[in-house]
């Protein structure tokens, strides 16, 4: 993990006024909330602390998660316990070749007691959406999320319908298997806050999963948040300041991820596109998020580093030659970290 780095403005805490205390206090209350979630996750989640904070830290964010990995990782429990544990309404599409966009969002059906049209709504209307292996859809009914992503609403027969709020969309891929799958677009890949990589478990964690499926059946997952809570969360983390230096920071490295401005050589050969004000924006409030959890009111350019792998990933594109040499756009964001330092503190 990178060296922490505090800037050098604004203070760890506002001004002492009674607004200030009022937001301290929020902040303390959301951190007990955020320990007894994990607590509450953990009831069914076997290691992957880095995947669970990052997809927690998203949704305090306000934002979309990708999540990569092959089968059997946990990703589906994962979502399924983050929606039991925080009272979220659940729904899930499992995305196959002939699903259709109104299989989603909804469609158009005759009523039977009017006589006329009604919309029925899709799985789409609710607060947390599990996509699962979205890449396996057709590109028509991927772009069907493309709106309730961005607007949080869906249109059908010309009329606007607003999805509940809050309003998730977590998705699941695997990287491995290929045949029958459609690559997301860029348009889509750039609406998702974070990608999260789910790593395969330890042999310890394999053996504490092993003992936890085939054995007795497992206590519920307690309700320790509310959707409001969320949505106030959300609200908070809007708060947190970013100093001027560090925002440069993040500006600095998003820049340096487009081959026609890099100061990066292997960004320059290898990157076919770079990361688009969306990635400055998953910087920027992904560092907050992180600071607010260790109970500070200003970025670190910590923050900013910790959070560069799993905003910018999805948002860089290689070309042809770094495909032939074995490099992905992690490697690149990694080399931009490496290159593009934060500035010296006076």
Do not use: C
Not at 112 to 122: E, I, S
Not at 145 to 154: S, T
Not at 263 to 288: D, F, N, T
């Amino acid at each position: 993990m990178h060296e922490e780095r505090a800037a050098e403005t604004p203070a760890e805490t506002p001004a002492e006024t009674p607004a200030a205390a009022a937001l301290a206090e929020a902040a303390a209350a959301l951190r007990e909330r955020l320990a007894a979630l994990d607590r509450a996750l953990r009831t069914r989640i076997v290691g992957q602390a880095e995947v669970v904070e990052q997809v927690v830290d998203a949704l305090l964010a306000g934002g979309h998660v990708l999540l990569e990995g092959v089968p059997g990782l946990g990703k589906t429990l994962l979502v399924k316990t983050l929606a039991q544990a925080t009272g979220l309404g659940f729904g899930r599409v499992q995305f196959t070749p002939d699903l259709m966009p109104g299989d989603i969002t909804g469609s158009q059906v005759l009523d039977p007691q009017g006589g006329g049209l009604r919309f029925d709504p899709g799985p789409i209307f609710t607060n947390l959406l599990l996509a699962d292996e979205i890449n396996r859809a057709t590109p028509r009914t991927q772009s069907a999320l493309l709106e309730a992503m961005q607007e949080r609403a869906v249109t059908v027969a010309g009329v606007s319908h607003p999805l509940p709020r809050p309003f998730f969309v977590l998705a699941t891929q695997n990287p491995l298997e290929q045949e029958g799958t459609y690559p997301l677009p860029e348009a889509q890949l750039d609406r998702f806050f974070y990608k999260v990589l789910v790593p395969f478990p330890t042999e310890e964690e394999l053996a504490e999963i092993a003992l936890r499926t085939t054995g007795g059946e497992e206590p519920p997952v307690p309700r320790v948040l509310e959707a409001g809570d969320l949505l106030a969360a959300a609200e908070l983390v809007r708060q947190v300041v970013v100093a001027p230096p560090v925002l440069q920071y993040a500006v600095r490295l998003v820049a340096a991820t487009h081959p026609d401005r890099s100061p990066v050589e292997a960004v320059r050969r290898y990157a076919r596109y770079g990361a688009s004000p969306r990635g400055l924006q998953a910087l920027v409030l992904g560092a907050k998020v992180r600071a607010l959890r260790a109970g500070r009111w200003g970025v670190s350019f910590g923050d900013i580093e910790a959070v560069a792998l799993p905003a910018l990933r999805h948002r860089v594109a290689v070309n042809f030659e770094a495909r032939a040499e074995g490099l992905g756009p992690e490697d690149l964001v990694r080399a931009v970290l490496a290159a593009v330092r934060p500035p010296e503190r006076a």
